[in-house]
Nanobody, 118 residues
Framework: QVQLVESGGGLVQPGGSLRLSCAAS????????MAWYRQAPGKQRELVAS???????NYADSVKDRFTISRDNAKNTVYLQMNSLKPEDTAVYYC????????????WGQGTQVTVSS
């Protein structure tokens, strides 16, 4: 079973940037499409961005042109660079193997809190 550990969240002002990291255990990380999800208080978890094993990316409309997902298969790590952050980006961010076509495949990690506020 793959274990996922997210990090890099924090408090940032509107317009600021953060870079999230997700470290995954397991030798087969490189074969999975990986994704970032987020869950705001009182809302359902939503897909933010995904990246295939050959680095093809896809983004939710709400984050397109502001967020960038990337991966380093040698380090079993997936990243989310978040720029031009808005208060509505406030949420707990999680990573998992999945996409808009594939349901999350592993147990969820603890997530990392992102708060955008002045």
């Amino acid at each position: 079973q793959v274990q996922l550990v997210e990090s890099g969240g924090g408090l940032v002002q509107p317009g600021g940037s953060l870079r999230l990291s997700c470290a995954a255990s397991g030798r087969i990380f490189s074969s999975y499409t990986m994704a970032w999800y987020r869950q705001a208080p009182g809302k359902q978890r939503e897909l933010v961005a995904s990246i295939t094993s050959n680095h093809r990316t896809n983004y939710a409309d709400s984050v397109k042109d502001r967020f960038t997902i990337s991966r380093d298969n040698a380090k079993n790590t997936v990243y989310l660079q978040m720029n031009s952050l808005k208060p509505e980006d406030t949420a707990v961010y999680y990573c998992n193997a999945g996409s808009s076509y594939i349901a999350p495949q592993f147990d969820w990690g603890q997530g990392t809190q992102v708060t955008v506020s002045s």
